[in-house]
């Protein structure tokens, strides 16, 4: 299983990102996928999830109406798209799959600062 996220960077308050995690190495199609992500100092959070099939989706109360994530099954491919960055959205985001034990990617840093 390999997990593998870009997309992060510096951005300013207000300002929008897309995250993006490849995925190889197991049946992508037939598993949720996550957005988790960890601020400094405090503990890793979810922040959201979307179904195998893309038609369900779970999102954290502060992100809700922000955040969208996505999936593209052809392309082994789960998104999540930022928008109204604030700077409490600052952290490390990682992409998260449960295949009987947590699988994580390396983690992609988004700041959010003037």
């Known amino acids: 299983v390999q997990l593998v996220e870009s997309g992060g960077g510096l951005v300013q308050p207000g300002g929008s990102l897309r995250l993006s995690c490849a995925a190889s190495g197991f049946t992508f199609r037939g598993f949720d996928m996550n957005w988790y992500r960890q601020a400094p100092g405090k503990e890793r959070e979810l922040v959201a999830t979307?179904?195998?099939?893309?038609?369900?989706?779970y999102y954290k109360d502060s992100v809700k109406g922000r955040f969208t994530i996505s999936r593209d099954n052809a392309k082994n491919t789960v998104y999540l798209q930022m928008n109204s960055l604030r700077p409490d959205d600052t952290g490390v985001y990682y992409c998260h799959v449960r295949i009987i034990l947590n699988r994580w990617g390396q983690g992609t840093q988004v700041t959010v600062s003037s």
């Open positions: 979307i179904n195998s099939a893309g038609g369900s989706r």
